[in-house]
């Protein structure tokens, strides 16, 4: 690869434009709507339109479609009243992307008759409550935030909070932007605030969705205040008790322990991924909704329920069930909740492991063109010439680079930097200073999601230039340490060295390499 492919010239997505599915505007969708609407529906939900009586999402009972024709309407522009609302009786169509939508309390003009004819009215008290919880004053059908009718800047509460959002901002290099959106939604919520009255996390959902801010800001700050109930319920334990409740009672709560020790660890075992835990509970589930139909608890399955799965199944299906039992039988057998371990001495059998092929030069081609940015570049040198996997560079940090030394740490291996990685590193660190010049996110690639926090990229955004395409990022870091095999010999110690494989990993690549180098 050289650093001409490496710097292919930008090019536009390559997704054809359509129409939007809500407000009918042509144009190139995101998740399916034009960017606007898909906005849209994530802060109101759908019911029947009061104007075109579609049923799509709503916002004071109307639909955006209307809203922007009320608009057109407007006599007032860009105020939109309900008169008209009312008015509206056929839709323009637009492309998507040319109009901005401004509700009632938006417009310029009548915030500023609202400062000039508003009178000074006492903000309302908070009830008192035994739970000690606050109660907000604002959710309601109809009722937004007034600023001046209830904003209190002189609230205790409100300037501890702005103290530690601006302290916040300095640490994180968030922009402008950031910082107003989280202290327009801390006015919002800390005004009228008593002492020792809290926010629960799911209360926070319901009053700040409406105006786009991010709750997790927020809800960072008032945990920092001590004002913050974390009540949300992990999405794992939400999945898991939806696959328990096809169970008999006594299994369930076999698996539920079983699968809480697989994803939380346990005295003599490690956290296992929670994709990990995911599947195991997957693979297993058919099996044990059969099983409560003639079974109350695990201690009543025999060796013969478990060698009718066997027999039932063939290939990797039944390696991953068997697998999945045996963990399970396992674990309960360890716990004493059954006597015997019936899969205990069920064969699983050996996986077949996949031949690995060298990449075609078209498909290394195709991957090299789809890296039209900085950060995809830098990815794909990462995974082609260092054999680093996605997971890897996602997390790679800023210290495991060293320019100056010319040398990079991938995991627990560094290595010599090329001449390649060298300058694309420069290039993305260049991009990456001027992009996000206050940012404090340790992490090596970053994108505008993540630059204002310290957190790292996820693995969709990373991948997602070369998903579809001949060769992802996953196949170019297999086909590097093939290419290693090859070019210096079928020895395991010194691709174990080199790229930091165990020593199984390593005898495979060296076993692949030695078969391709004997073959005619």
């Known amino acids: 690869m050289t650093m001409e492919q490496a710097r292919a010239p930008r090019r536009a ?16 969708l995101y998740g399916g709507y034009c960017r606007a609407c898909y906005d849209f529906r994530r802060r109101h939900p759908s019911a029947a339109c009061a104007g075109c009586a579609r049923v799509v999402p709503l916002k004071n ?9 009320a608009a ?21 169509l637009w492309f998507a992307g040319m109009t901005k939508m401004r509700g009632p309390r938006s417009g310029v003009r009548l915030r500023a008759r609202l400062r000039a004819s508003a009178v000074a009215l006492p903000s309302p008290e908070p009830k008192p409550v035994d739970s000690g919880q606050l109660q907000l004053h604002l959710p309601g059908a109809g009722r937004a935030f007034d600023w001046v009718r209830h904003a209190e800047p002189t609230s205790p509460a409100l300037i501890r909070a702005r103290r530690i959002a601006q302290a916040l901002g300095e640490r994180r290099g968030w922009n402008t932007k950031l910082a107003a959106e989280l202290d327009r939604a801390l006015v919002i919520l800390l005004s009228g ?6 926010f629960h996390y799911s209360d926070l959902i319901g009053v700040l969705h409406r105006y786009g801010v991010s709750i ?3 809800a960072e700050v008032l945990a920092e205040m001590g004002l913050l109930v974390d009540d949300r319920v992990p999405a794992f334990d939400t999945w898991l008790e939806d696959k328990l409740a096809d169970l008999a009672p006594g299994i369930a709560a076999d698996v539920r322990d079983w699968a809480q020790v697989l994803r939380h660890g346990g005295p003599r075992s490690q956290p296992r991924n929670i994709n990990t835990v995911r599947r195991y509970v997957r693979a297993a589930h058919p099996v044990l909704v059969e099983w409560s139909t003639r079974h109350d608890h695990l201690r009543e399955a025999t060796i013969g329920d478990v060698n009718a799965v066997a027999g039932a199944l063939r290939g990797h299906p039944r390696r991953r069930t068997l697998g999945a039992l045996r963990s399970l039988t396992r674990h309960c057998k360890k716990n004493g909740t059954i006597f015997t371990d019936p899969a205990a001495r069920v064969r699983i059998g050996h996986r077949d492991e996949p031949i690995i092929l060298p990449l075609g030069s078209n498909q290394i081609d195709d991957a090299t063109q789809a890296a039209t940015t900085p950060a995809a570049r830098i990815a794909l040198a990462l995974a082609a010439v260092h054999a680093a996997r996605p997971e890897a560079i996602r997390t790679l940090r800023l210290d495991d680079v060293d320019l100056g030394n010319r040398r990079l740490t991938i995991g627990t291996v560094t290595r010599p930097l090329d001449e390649l990685t060298h300058r694309l590193l420069i290039d993305w660190l260049e991009y990456r200073r001027r992009r996000w010049p206050n940012t404090a996110n340790p992490h090596l690639i970053i994108n505008k999601q993540t630059a ?57 690549y060296s076993t692949a390499a030695r078969q391709i180098l004997q073959t005619p």
């Open 61 to 69: 009972s109307h639909c955006r479609l209307c809203w922007l024709q």
């Open 193 to 198: 605030h008593g002492d020792g009255e809290q």
């Open 216 to 218: 997790n800001r927020v």
């Open 452 to 508: 204002s926090t310290t957190r790292a990229i996820s693995v969709n955004a990373l991948t997602a230039p070369f998903r579809r395409r001949a060769a992802t990022l996953e196949a170019l870091r297999v086909d590097r340490q093939l290419d290693e095999a090859l070019t210096h010999g079928p020895d395991p110690l010194h691709l174990a060295v080199l790229f930091g494989l165990d020593e199984t990993t390593a005898i495979r």
């Open 72 to 92: 057109a309407l407007s006599a007032d522009p860009p105020v939109v009243t309900e008169d008209d609302l009312g008015r509206v009786t056929c839709h323009q």
């Open 13 to 28: 997505p390559d997704k054809p434009a359509e129409s939007c599915p809500e407000c009918l505007a042509w144009g190139v």
